[in-house]
């Protein structure tokens, strides 16, 4: 039976990636952009991660960098990691070698200080997983038969691989479109995007990479500010890709709106809204997120995975989600 999805449970289109940056406010950017060796699939995926923490002032000076950190790796065709290093350099960093699933965990349970700390540095290695798993979509504009892989999906082993992952999220929930339970699977819905240096900031975003082959990159903007004894976060979450005529095409895109009590770290009040996803059933996943009112932010990357489970989720918000833990470190940052 096919999903009754509520009324107003729908994409809106794409967010301004790079809004004004506000007085006494920190931003959080980060991108992961993956490339291939001769723009082959069948080649090792380069992957270059960038984050950066940004305060800004209330006066007219320069706003001051944090911190800023680099990730450079390199995965299989089968998405494992072969090679992997960090700016700054991170002790260990072998264990993380030989691994695709797990990858999570082997984070924290080898870099219990770092976790703890939440730096950039975290942030671009928890998004390995994701960002190499989403990578194929960059394929999409570059099929050289003319035809995305988005528009092949009544192969039955498409269609078989799909079924597989029933229920794992709103999007695969049972009768899904997604799944072709009730005839061909939908295509992807996808749009295309600016660029995200939009305007005239040179600092909104760190510095970032650019190419003309195809490419995919996740990326994430956190702004935290205070207003009386609440931190206030607008948070943006993007996977997309190039194409061949130099559009970038989203497939994923979140933002947040939430509130925190300052002296306890509770959230307060927190809203995910749906700027583009692939199918008609993925937006109904931002109906659960009420039940993150009352937690702890600093535990939301445990917690949004254990409140928002299976269907009740949505992998990509979940991923937007779990990197809010990481507020209180970023608010330790404005002035008290």
Aim: charge should be negative.
């Amino acid at each position: 039976m096919a999903v009754v999805v509520p009324p107003g449970i729908q994409p809106i289109g794409p967010a301004i990636a790079s809004p004004a940056r506000r007085a006494e406010s920190v931003r959080r950017t980060s991108t992961i952009d993956a490339t291939w060796e001769r723009d082959s699939r069948d080649t090792p995926m380069h992957l270059l991660g960038r984050s950066r923490d940004l305060f800004t002032p209330t006066d007219d000076s320069t706003p001051i960098v944090v911190r800023e950190d680099t990730m450079r790796a390199v995965a299989g065709p089968d998405r494992v990691l072969t090679e992997i290093s960090t700016t700054p350099k991170l002790d260990n960093l072998e264990v993380l070698i030989g691994l695709k699933g797990g990858l999570r965990a082997k984070i924290v349970a080898n870099f219990p200080d770092l976790v703890q700390e939440g730096p950039p540095l975290y942030l671009l290695l928890d998004d390995i997983s994701g960002a190499t798993l989403v990578s194929g979509f960059a394929f999409t504009h570059w099929d050289p038969a003319g035809v995305g892989i988005f528009d092949k999906e009544i192969d039955p082993a498409l269609k078989s691989r799909k079924l597989s992952m029933l229920n794992i999220c709103a999007g695969f929930q049972e009768g899904s479109s997604a799944l072709g339970v009730d005839g061909p699977p939908a295509k992807h819905s996808i749009q295309p995007v600016a660029n995200l240096p939009i305007g005239e900031d040179s600092l909104a975003w760190h510095e970032l990479f650019e190419t003309q082959k195809v490419s995919a990159r996740r990326a994430r903007r956190i702004d935290v500010w205070r207003e009386g004894n609440e931190w206030v976060i607008d948070a943006f979450f993007q996977d997309s890709g190039t194409s061949p005529s130099g559009q970038r095409i989203a497939v994923h895109e979140y933002t947040i709106a939430a509130r925190v009590d300052s002296s306890t770290g509770i959230v307060t009040a927190i809203k995910a809204i749906p700027q583009v996803l692939p199918f008609q059933e993925c937006p109904m996943a931002i109906i659960a997120v009420s039940r993150l009112v009352g937690q702890q932010i600093r535990e939301f990357r445990t917690l949004v995975n254990e409140l928002l489970p299976g269907s009740d989720g949505c992998t990509h918000m979940n991923d937007t989600l779990r990197a809010l833990a990481e507020v209180p470190v970023i608010a330790a940052q404005l002035p008290k």
